[in-house]
Nanobody, 131 residues
């Protein structure tokens, strides 16, 4: 079973910074990508930033581009998102996401290498940007 544990949310003043962290644990063979999504009431969950492990390709939403950095800690199976110059519109529930290959009992490494990745989500963490 795979779990994602998120940390770092809370109340932040406009113009401030915050760092969100998420660590994956459980029976994991490999991680394809990790990232963060945001959801506000009445709207669909939207991508904030994501990073693909193989090429370290990073994608950012236009709303945070230039003031955010996503990074990976491969040893800890973690992803971190730093957002600077926070705005009230950054407010929302932030969800950690990963696409990974879980370790299957009895499967060979080759079998794992050709398995499609599976999506997992964290429980969500509230970020409120307000004075």
């Amino acid at each position: 079973q795979v779990q994602l544990v998120e940390s770092g949310g809370g109340l932040v003043q406009p113009g401030g910074s915050l760092k969100l962290s998420c660590a994956a644990s459980g029976r994991i063979f490999s991680i394809n990508s990790m990232g963060w999504y945001r959801q506000v009431p009445g709207k669909q969950r939207e991508l904030v930033a994501t990073i693909e492990d193989r090429k370290e390709k990073r994608d950012y939403a236009d709303s945070v581009k230039g003031r955010s950095t996503i990074s990976r800690d491969y040893a800890e199976k973690a992803v971190h998102l730093q957002i600077d110059r926070l705005k009230p519109e950054d407010t929302g529930v932030y969800y950690c996401h990963t696409n990974l290959v879980p370790r299957r009992a009895g499967a060979t490494d080759y079998a794992h290498l050709i398995m499609p990745g599976e999506d997992y989500w964290g429980q969500g963490i509230q970020v409120t940007v307000s004075s």
